[in-house]
């Protein structure tokens, strides 16, 4: 097996702006899968976080915690367009730190 020229990009978003965001990733070029754009998994859970000292939360307040309904985003993406789809991301992604994994995939 080889590296694959394809990735997986995850990232974790408050509900009401997970339309936003799986559009501007599509947008951007990731979720293309053969014919088809903009294909993405979501899956929903919790994000549990404490802003500190010189934190602005979108959501929740400095020295308190804060859990939040959030989804999970999966997409696939081509390597050259990570950095065009994570700046699409930042400019519709309410919170200030944006939590993003990025995943290399093998080819089979």
């Known amino acids: 097996m080889s590296q694959s020229n394809i990735v997986k990009i995850v990232v974790f978003v408050p509900g009401l702006y997970a339309d936003a965001v799986r ?8 979720g293309k899968i053969g014919n088809y754009t903009h294909c993405s998994f979501s899956s ?3 994000g ?3 802003p ?3 934190a602005y939360p979108h959501i929740g307040e400095v020295g308190k915690f804060e859990s ?5 985003i999966e997409v696939v993406c081509e390597r050259d367009k ?15 730190e944006v939590a ?3 995943y290399p995939m093998e080819e089979i």
């Open 23 to 30: 559009e501007a990733m599509g947008n951007a070029g990731a």
């Open 68 to 72: 939040v309904e959030e989804e999970r």
């Open 82 to 96: 990570i950095a065009e789809v994570i700046k699409a991301i930042k400019e519709v992604h309410p919170y200030e």
């Open 100 to 102: 993003i994994d990025i």
């Open 44 to 46: 929903k859970g919790i």
């Open 48 to 50: 549990r976080f404490k």
């Open 52 to 54: 500190g000292e010189g």
